[in-house]
């Protein structure tokens, strides 16, 4: 990509930036809020774009003023400094075209939003549903570093510990966009604490990390829906409470069910029963686009093939390896306190890479 095709690209981007801005001033657009929201998104996505292309038509037309004061100056102390700023911008113009190149990749719609995550115990009975109590001890340490918030859905505590099943909402900035990276088949080889004979077993659990649905992504019908209530339920299956506050619904077209019974209150349950439903629905959709990419990426990131297995943690070598980039870490402990933020980098690189060769750039 020459310096002129960059130029004429982010031309391009610049004058749709300045366009979105005052069409965000509109009083036909501030009046049709599905259109605001969709353009404010616009907006900030090209911002960092616009910026990086100030910087970097500022540095080329550094180079040429360099270049010409070079060719015109008699002065040798001039002449010095022109060769010093031109080599300086020679070793900074090719990082900052770099940089664009990644800017200018097309970003999954999806990236800015909140997520769903849901964790089930796999293979291994009681010891699979401890391991995926250790996944969510994890992830939500990785979380609170963040400073996102977790917003549980709905749980299932396993006989020995752990959870056969937990679902939950992580809200903050860009949370689908890094979390995406989780989705798939998550396997632990060490002892079980059930194990006498000190074997080492296999045992998985599988996370699924879906974009959560705003309220103008789909729209769900009252008449599609069956409601039910009944009581919370808590280990061993005792009464959380005596009100009839947890909430599932049926959607009966497509034979999709969420449940809530997290709060005390049958209308804030009905609420989060509802956002899940709809990501849901969403995602039976979204789940056709990263079908189609799955087809182009060999690394198979964040294309949601939730039987793929992805991630081994083996104790007894104190390693972790994610099978999509061959990267094994020898730190098991530290990732399982939540420092996972160096494996969610390089997945995000490789995505990028493998993006970069599907462009024109």
């Given amino acids: 990509m020459t310096n002129n095709l960059i130029l004429d690209r982010l031309i391009g981007v610049k004058k749709r930036f300045v366009e979105v801005g005052e069409l965000l001033t509109s009083p036909d657009v501030m009046s ?3 259109r605001y929201i969709k353009l404010n998104k616009e907006y900030k996505e090209l911002k960092p774009v616009v910026e990086a292309y100030e910087k970097y038509k ?4 550094n180079l040429d003023s360099a270049r010409a004061l070079l060719a015109a100056e008699k002065d040798e102390e001039m002449r010095e400094m022109a060769k010093a700023e031109i080599d300086s911008l020679l070793g900074t113009i090719p990082e900052m075209e770099e940089e664009i190149r ?7 719609p999806e990236d800015e939003k909140n997520a769903v995550m849901e964790i089930r115990a796999g293979t291994g009975g009681d010891e699979a549903s401890i391991f995926a109590g250790d996944l969510f001890r994890m992830y939500s340490k990785y979380i609170e570093a963040q400073g996102w918030k977790v917003d549980m859905n709905y749980f299932t505590e396993g006989t020995a510990g752990g959870y056969k099943e937990i679902v939950f909402n992580v809200i903050g900035d860009g949370v689908y966009g890094i979390m995406k990276y989780e989705s798939g088949v998550h396997r632990v080889q060490r002892v079980p604490q059930t194990e006498t004979q000190g074997r080492i077993h296999t045992s998985a659990a599988t996370v699924a990390v879906l974009p959560e649905a705003g309220e103008f992504d789909i729209e769900v019908r009252n ?16 009464s959380v409470n005596t009100t009839y506050s947890a909430i599932r619904l049926t959607h009966i077209p497509t034979g999709v069910v969420v449940t809530c019974q997290d709060e005390k209150s049958q209308i804030k349950n009905l609420e989060k029963a509802m956002r899940e439903l709809r990501t849901r629905l969403y995602n039976l959709e979204y789940q056709k686009y990263l079908d189609e990419i799955s087809h182009k990426r060999k690394t198979m990131v964040s294309t949601g093939d939730r039987s793929a297995k992805i991630r ?9 390896t994610d099978h999509r980039i061959n990267l094994t870490l020898y730190n098991l402990p530290s990732v399982l306190d939540g420092n996972i933020q160096e494996l969610l980098d390089k997945l995000q690189m490789a995505e990028n890479a493998e993006r970069l060769k599907e462009s024109d750039y």
């Fill in 32 to 34: 049709d809020m599905k």
């Fill in 223 to 238: 008449e599609d829906i069956r409601k039910d209530t009944y009581c919370s339920s808590g280990p061993g299956g005792q």
């Fill in 102 to 108: 990644f800017l200018l990749l097309p970003a999954d």
């Fill in 312 to 320: 081994t943690y083996n104790y007894p070598q104190g390693r972790v």
């Fill in 58 to 61: 500022s540095a080329i037309d």
